[in-house]
């Protein structure tokens, strides 16, 4: 069964006329690392905004766990579905490191105490401990970059979607997110990476998709359990 | 030259610079690479003089071009020697089109109108971005914001050029694009600083400084020092332990 | 047709005028139907007003109704025992603020029209210090960013997998303005950012600065020019005699 429908969808921005998207087919299937690579500018951030839902597909549809996307609050996608922006500015907003990582689940009533230890463990494994009580803005991109990534870890999300998440860290801290990414794949998460990153992208993904100018020009396949459902 | 150069944040906090001491000739690449958090953006701020007019760190230590101290200088007139791209190329991008923004700074430099569209037609070649002449900065994707962000410095045709992680946003085409130009341009005699994670770009550089928390480990030729495995892999800056890594 | 952007400033700052002096609905839809026309002429997205007024919508009604209670006079069209609900000098005057809205909205629209850019040329060869044309451009420029901030950390907050709408309002308020000071802050270090950045480009070296275009001109621009305040002269003074 597949997670993530992207059901032959075609993308413009509004009072634009070139289309960012065309007719692309995608399924992706939990427990599955696929990479989605292409040049600048060839719709891969636009694709991953499509399918979060905080853009709607100028036609074409996208399910989530087989209801269309459209049918849920952007708060229950989020629940579900992990999102990692490119650019981690856009994403930290709390008064500190600590606090960032623990937004979800703080504010979805997870006890004091779990919540403490969640974002211990975070902390801990992207070393931001020291960092816990700094201004996230105040941090340099590669630690912005993994606290981004812890926060949204944090919340456990059923599906990740990661826009570029090697920029900005070193060779260490790679490796690090290498090894944190396929043991969340091995406990059944699927996940999208978008990464420019060929090595990176060799160590790690699975699935392979090509995307050139809006439109899906290779796809590596979906291999394992969810091949024979076609 | 930079000599015994500190920094810290804030007067009596902690030292995130101690005592960098190295030089930068003319016609050389040198790149700065580190774990994250080495202060590696830090001492490049320094040398730009971001630091010193516009906050209220402590800095001692000297950072001499051409042989004048830097302090002695109005940052504006600092910036026409040392041209900056900084990481966020959001922060540095606000005009309408591309041609503007590359126009930008020769338009501060009084430059009378031929030799303005001159400089931007030079730019535009030189990073092939003649295509995107019109469009709207913030529309573009990031690697071609990052691209208009180095040819709106390069404008400035500044002896010295640092750049702060600008090749690790780059898809394949764009790494070609701008390591031709950091090329040329060294060919052309400039001093280059790029501080980057990314061994392919790493090994564009003559010659290589490694940073840890604020200090200096290792400074010399770049073949020399990507030679050292164990120099490398310790510090975290070789991704594939298996060695067939140098993925170019 | 292109006019000069400093052309365009006269000709709103004219239709706002007026637009403040008249208040009868009548005098203020023929302005409107003016302002309508010059918009077209200037192939303007007509519905681009209608989306940038719509959020506004119950305001406009709200300011509708409330003129129409208390600044009753006329004859009395309704009325709830001896209270005058609706008046036809109250609706007049009702319709006449709404309309005001619109009309200044809709010139302001013409200030759309052109491209940033050149309103920093207009502003400058009309001798306004560059340092202060472009702090005006870039704090116009600035709304937008602060608006995308907003929306960015409410999608942010979303996706990190609260609901908004399932937020009771004493939670919301509360997260909001916590909220409230990280995004304020990290709008001024973008600011500041693109400060560094401009004096690192160079900006503010020399006390002048030269410009790869220059704005001219035109015969037509001189015609807008002489007529267009005449005209509003004119009319300012038959209003007010």
New interface residues.
Partial sequence: MSFLEIDHVSFTYPRHDKPVLTDVDLHFDQGVITALVGPNGSGKTTLTRLMIGVLRPSCGEIRLERRPLVEYSLGEIGRRVGYVFQNPDLQLFCGSVAEEVGFGLANRGCKQETVMERVAFYLDYFELKDYADVFPLHLSQGEKQRLAIAAVLANDPLFLVLDEPTVGLDAYRKRLLEDYLKKISRSGRGMVLVSHDTAFVDRVAERVVILEKGRVIEDSGRKGKAADEA | MVQGLTYRYQPGGPLVLKGIDFHVSRGEIVAV?????CGK?TLCYCI?G?FH??RDGVMTGQVLLNGKNIRERR???L??E???V???P???L????V??EI???????????AR??ER?EQVLDLLGLAALREANPH??????KHLVALA??L??DPPVLILD?VM???????KEKVAAALKRLRNMGKAIIAVE?N?EAVSLADRLLVMERGELLSCGRTAELLADRELMEA??????PSGS?Q?S | MKLDPRTKMVMVLCLSGLALLYNTPGRLLLLLAVTVAILLLFRFDLGAIGSYLKPFLSLMVFLFVIQCLFAPSGRVLLAVGPVPLATTGGLLTGAGVVLRIVVVTAAAMLLATFNARDFILGLVQWKVPYELAFMVFIALRFLPVFRDELVNVVTAVQLRGIDLKKVPWGQKIAMYRRLLFPVIYGAMLKAQRLAVSMEARGFRVYPRRTYLRRLNFRFVDYMVLVIFPLITIVLILLQLS
């Fill in positions: 690479t580190g774990l994250s958090g953006s730009c971001a007019h516009n940052a504006a007139s910036a026409l040392v041209g900056m900084f990481q966020d959001d922060t540095q606000f005009l309408p089109t041609e503007d126009a930008f700074v020769p338009e501060n430099l009084c430059l009378p109108s303005i569209r931007v529309r573009l994707s990031g690697g071609e709106a410095v404008a400035l992680e690790s946003q780059l898809d394949q085409l764009g994670h061994l510090r975290g800056l070789l991704y594939d890594a993925d």
